[in-house]
């Protein structure tokens, strides 16, 4: 259900599809030293707040 919610925003903003392709690197690197649940956690949250700098409103709509 998140993929389906995801990819037709992906294909309105090129922003938001380096902020995914972001998030998972940090995962796939975290996920080497950490637990997998704590780093798609501290992923999630930590591109999120990346996101919400780089992504505008206009972006998104």
Same mark, same amino acid.
């Given at each position: ?33 950490? $637990? $997998?649940?704590? $780093? ?22």
């Amino acid at each position: 259900m998140f993929i389906g919610l995801l990819v037709p925003n992906m294909k309105k903003s090129i922003r938001l599809f380096y902020v995914v392709v972001l998030t998972m690197v940090v995962n796939w690197g975290l996920n080497q030293f950490l $637990s $997998s649940s704590l $780093s798609i956690l501290i992923s999630t949250l930590g591109c999120a707040l990346i996101g919400m700098f780089i992504i505008s409103k206009e972006d998104l709509q």
